[in-house]
């Protein structure tokens, strides 16, 4: 009947961009070309581009923006369920802290099969639990998840001061075994430190399959479409919310694992004032606060549109001094950005066509079945 | 009629795809009470919100004493001399009375600089004063009964000097001595000379305090009836537009079957007592009352979502424990809640994920979603019920009123199951999807589902129940079945009155 002459789109399950994240790919590109075409003016004749140098876009871009994009893409679950966690930065450091702890126990020369699993299940064991202590005060306390994770964050923050023995990690005269660190976070490929950049892109690709892909993902965005609405359809949404706090606290306890290894160390002030990065990068990602909306794909786009606009300061010369002003700007203005096309976008669907008449009610045998 | 005070002149308005108002054109006489009536979504409040500015109209013209306007803002309507008592009503709990009343001027002093809460005290005592109420101006807003606030708003009003005075249904939430205390206030301001617009679709009232009534139907203005005129026949004549009975349910025809639902002694402190009844296989149970009379407690109550509540709930003979969706989901009860955006539905998902959502449980293959099957099942279901929507991946607030609550049923439908609770499935829809609407459940109480139907519209109700419970203040008070669910007997139930108070005298 009339309905069925509505025409049906083809099943888009593998649209891996999507439109409202288009835009971001476009400021990517458009920042990309910019410092591209500076950095080859600028360079002296007989030396390699600045801005596309494979120095340049591993070691300045890549590699620091490994740590803001991986939990980027928890935190962006966290907010699609409508919450927000502050504390990841501290999270962060207690995760590198811990694994410093454990990782100096052992000899420096210990084989990679006793020191990768320690390096890899602290950190995220870490993580994880703080993660499942920040989901557990919001779900059963019914608190606000920013007053509890402004409470943990100093909470965690403090017992990175308070546990380690020293500053930092590891102790003087102490080295973390070469297995994890020069021959696995600093392992080099053609000369490149490819492994937090790997690592990045396998969180995104996670947090992709999760959100699209499984259920627990459609749970995420029902939870934060309308909590409601959600408890009213059978779901179990404290599960759902606990279980979202436990990802983005593990994707922390990830972050300082690659920190750790990268540097070798870590210090209590590890990670420190990074949640505001991450939040700016989960948000200028297409992330909304009001829940419901945001992709791991924007997380990493977000990310990378930050980091893009820092090293251009540092290619175009700029002040430092100016960094954090051109990069509050930069956030404000993309989120605007994206909240013009938008209501740009819904203005040009408003209009609807007027509807047809109802069809006279005599149910039909269609309807009888 | 030469030239009255207020004008209608075409307007329109439309929200999303449904349009509200449609060309409506009348006038309305200086100094007169003039109600508007209509059935549920009618149009009647949108009317009184376009004078009230609180709505801007698409199209058409308005003219208050030969002046036309076009409001953009309630503060717009407000300088040209029109004032409105919300349904809803929008204050400040945590601040006092006083400060309420002189939100927006407060009286200051030391140049502006300083609140003058003397004056401020002063002032709001007068605008309670002007309308005969004594009330301590101290208090907090928060610590007000819904009447005394509704009092205090009609003050603000009052206080503003107002030409034209705009009541939105201001009796629903009131018991019957406020309500009288209100039409007292109401009839003393008509005669200070103030033209009031009394929205509602309570007929005692408009035939009380109304000079003229206008009715409103599907966004159109059917005709004005003066006083003289008003017969409760004539006016549901023009709020219906035909007689009631057009389609009569065709599952009354077939025998009831089994006892499906069967509640006993159901009571939630402040809420209901002793709530006792059975729904069986291919019935609907219709619940009438009054808004307050406790039918979407008793329903949200026995899909689990009561913490409080005790009592016997049993589903095909077998009891399942009381204050857990979950339980009463897994054996076999949906609910199609009151509040369809708050409740029903997440807005900004698409209409194939809203379906599916009381089934992902259903769709998950390891851990990840049956795409296939979840667009398979959306498509089913839209072609069913004949859902008007872009695609399945259309957002459900593209949709209109009509087709969203579609993809609620549907939602359930998806599920299948024995009991379905359906709790105002026809509010803020259009005519087309409400008769597709009560087409669907006569259809599936054919089918064997038991169905739990709770509406506001009496003829809602009467036409499609097999039973009519009617409910007052927390308990049921009295059982009709089908053949003699007429208006007059169920608002006797339902108000607990006699025949005269009514105001209705036969079935329409």
Partial sequence: MDAAAVPVRSPRRFRFVAAQELGLVLVVILLAAVLSLYGWYDASPGRPNLFLSFDNLIDGIATPMSYYAIMAVGLTLVIITGGIDISVGAIMALAALGGAAALQALPPDAPAMLVLPVAILVPTGIGLLCGLVNGGLIVGLSLHPFIVTLGTMSVFRGLANVLPAEKTLPAAGKHLPAAFTTDFMRLEIMGMQLMPLAIMLICVALGWFYLRLMVAGRETYAVGGNEEAARFSGLGVGAIKLRTYAIAGLAAGVAGMVSLGRFGTASTSTGSGYELTVIAAAVVGGASLQGGRGTAIGALLGTLVIALIENGILILRLAQEYRLVIIGLAIIVAVSLDRLSGCLGRRRSAPLPAAPPPPPVTPGPETRS | ?508
């Fill in chain 2, 1 to 508: 009629m030469s030239a009255p005070f207020i004008q209608f002149r075409g307007i329109t308005k439309t929200f999303g795809g449904v349009t509200a108002l449609d060309e409506v054109s009348f006038g309305i006489a200086r100094g007169e009470c003039h109600g508007l009536m209509g059935e549920n979504g009618a149009g009647k409040s949108t009317l009184g919100n376009v004078l009230a500015g609180i709505h801007k109209p698409d199209a058409g013209e308005l003219l208050i004493d030969g002046v036309p306007h076009r409001f953009g803002s309630p503060r717009a309507a407000l300088a040209a001399g029109v004032a409105m008592v919300h349904q809803e009503l929008a204050f400040c709990p945590d601040l006092s009375i006083a400060e309420n009343l002189c939100m927006g001027h407060y009286p200051r002093r030391w140049g502006g600089l300083l609140l003058d809460r003397d004056a401020m005290r002063r002032h709001a005592g007068q605008l309670l004063a002007e309308i005969g109420v004594v009330l301590d101006v101290e208090r907090p807003m928060g610590g007000l009964s819904t009447a005394q606030e509704q009092l205090v708003q009609i003050a603000a009003a009052v206080g503003n000097t107002p030409r034209i005075l705009v009541f939105d249904e201001p009796t629903s939430s009131l018991s019957e001595p406020e309500a009288q205390a209100l039409f007292a206030l109401i009839e003393a301001l008509k005669r200070r000379g103030l033209t009031m617009i009394y929205v509602s679709h309570r007929m005692p009232e408009l035939f009380r305090l109304c000079d003229q009534v206008s009715v409103l139907r599907d966004g159109r203005y059917v005709g004005s009836l003066a006083r003289e005129r008003m017969t409760p026949d004539a006016v549901v004549r023009m709020m219906i537009g035909r007689s009631l009975e057009t389609h009569a349910p065709r599952h009354l025809a077939a025998p009831a079957g089994e006892v499906v639902l069967r509640v006993r002694g159901l009571a939630s402190p402040g809420r209901f007592q002793d709530v006792s009844f059975d729904v069986r296989a291919g019935e609907i149970v219709g619940f009438a009352g009054l808004v307050g009379a406790g039918r979407s407690e008793v329903a949200t109550a026995i899909f689990g979502l009561d913490s409080r509540v005790t009592g016997q709930v049993g589903l095909d003979g077998a009891p399942f424990p009381l204050r857990s969706i979950k339980a009463a989901m897994g054996v076999g009860i949906g609910l199609v809640p009151e509040d369809r955006k708050r409740q029903g539905c997440v807005p900004g998902m698409p209409c194939r994920a809203n379906i599916s959502l009381a089934i992902l449980g259903r769709l998950r293959r390891l851990g990840m979603l049956n795409f296939t099957r979840e667009r398979q099942l959306a498509r089913r279901y839209f072609d069913r019920l004949q859902v008007k929507a872009a695609s399945l991946d259309a957002p459900v607030n593209s949709l209109s009123g009509g087709n969203q609550q579609k993809i609620v049923l549907a939602k359930w439908l998806a599920r299948g199951g024995r009991l379905l609770i359906v709790d105002e499935p026809t509010r803020g829809v259009d005519v087309g999807a409400k008769a597709a609407i009560h087409a669907l459940l006569d259809d599936l109480a054919r089918e064997g589902l038991a169905i739990l139907l709770i509406s506001s519209e009496l003829p809602e109700v009467i036409a499609l129940s097999t039973r009519v419970l009617v409910m007052r203040q927390g308990r049921i008070v009295g059982e009709l079945p089908h053949a003699d669910a007429t208006q007059d007997a169920v608002l006797r139930l339902m108000a607990g009155v006699g025949r005269a108070a009514c105001g209705i005298r036969k079935k329409v």
